[in-house]
């Protein structure tokens, strides 16, 4: 699902993201909720932010990307946290490109984004290449999504990839 946010770009440089786990809801410009076999799984992308909101029978997980004020943890490259049933494991990466690769990087992802069952992806007014674009997939009894955050004023793309899954006890 492809839609243009009704706001301002707020975040302008891809050094302002934080990383968080286990916050409330926030408010969101536009929502994607999805049955992904027993886990509910519910996508927000708040601004040139995301935030991921996952249910299911061994507990939930709230994932938070975004300019957070007064935020003492900037994006991590990566973490991997048990989180009672689950492990957790996030990944993220910055991609800093020429203008003329980065337009074609952006059309491509929001292509990909908007035609997917599984994907929701919100356009900036002023500049089609500003956007935050999220797709999510169930895969071998793991959730898994993907995110990416287009910073067009400075050439950069953030891309985060996240796994969580019930984790494995060892039998005796």
Sequence with gaps: MLTTLKTAYT?????DLAWAL????????AVL???LATAHVQLRLLGASHQVLLE????SCSETVACIPGSSTPLPL???KRIGDWEYEFAAHVETLSHGSFAGRA????????????GLAGTFPGSPHAF??????????QVRWRTWHAYPQEGRLVAT??????????AL
């Design 132 to 141: 935050t674009a999220m797709l999510a997939q169930r895969e071998d009894g």
């Design 22 to 29: 286990g916050r409330e809801p926030l408010p969101s410009l």
């Design 56 to 59: 299911e029978e061994h507990g």
């Design 161 to 170: 990839r996240t796994r969580v899954g019930v984790r494995m006890t060892a």
């Design 11 to 15: 975040d302008t440089r891809a050094s």
């Design 107 to 118: 059309q491509e992802l929001l292509a990909l984004v908007a035609e997917h069952p599984h």
């Design 78 to 80: 990566g973490v991997a």
């Design 33 to 35: 909720d999805l049955e």
